[in-house]
Nanobody, 127 residues
Framework: QVQLVESGGGLVQAGGSLRLSCAASGRTFSTRAMGWFRQAPGKEREFVAAISWSGTSTRYADSVKGRFTISRDNARNTVYLQMNSLKPEDTAVYYC????????????????????WGQGTQVTVSL
């Protein structure tokens, strides 16, 4: 069983920055690809970023490429999302997600099917 707890959300002005953190429990964190998703009011949940178990491979949605950076610290069982140059359209609840455990040879950013979700953290970007 893995529990994911997000933190770091809040209210920020357009052009500002936030760093989200997702702390994971359990011993299998370092074997899982991890990701961030978001859901804006009235919209479906969408993919934001993913990172391989080793941290050497990353993938981003086109809408955040060049502005957001995903990283992880396997010693701390934590994945991060650094968000810069925030825009009002980035306003959403951000969710951390854990893919299934994978062998070390599968060092890619493929997340599906998602094993665990966090509870979400609100990010609001004002004009």
């Amino acid at each position: 069983q893995v529990q994911l707890v997000e933190s770091g959300g809040g209210l920020v002005q357009a052009g500002g920055s936030l760093r989200l953190s997702c702390a994971a429990s359990g011993r299998t964190f370092s074997t899982r690809a991890m990701g961030w998703f978001r859901q804006a009011p009235g919209k479906e949940r969408e993919f934001v970023a993913a990172i391989s178990w080793s941290g050497t491979s990353t993938r981003y949605a086109d809408s955040v490429k060049g502005r957001f950076t995903i990283s992880r610290d396997n010693a701390r069982n934590t994945v991060y999302l650094q968000m810069n140059s925030l825009k009002p359209e980035d306003t959403a609840v951000y969710y951390c997600a854990a893919g299934p455990p994978r062998p070390s040879s599968s060092n890619n950013t493929y997340l599906g099917p998602i094993d665990y979700w966090g509870q979400g953290t609100q990010v609001t970007v004002s004009l």
